[in-house]
């Protein structure tokens, strides 16, 4: 899953610490889920999208979109 969570973290002066607090998790499944190699929970996600007031499609996308 591809995912924009480290641009917007970085507009919004984040710092990965502070988002993992903010969304109940560890530093490590943030640093995981912006490079890639972790896909977050449906929970998760949303608590991440309601961080930067955005929907889960505007932060997540699939790796391969089909037509």
Not at 30 to 38: D, H, N, P, T
Request: charged residues 30%; aromatic residues 8%.
């Amino acid at each position: 899953m591809i995912n924009k969570v480290r641009e917007l973290r970085a507009l919004k002066s984040l710092t990965q610490n502070d988002l993992a607090v903010q969304v109940g998790v560890r530093r490590e499944t943030i640093v995981f889920l912006e490079k890639g190699k972790y896909n977050p929970s449906l929970k998760l996600a949303y608590d991440i999208a309601k961080v930067f007031e955005l929907s889960i499609e505007e932060v997540f996308f699939p790796d391969v979109i089909t037509p």
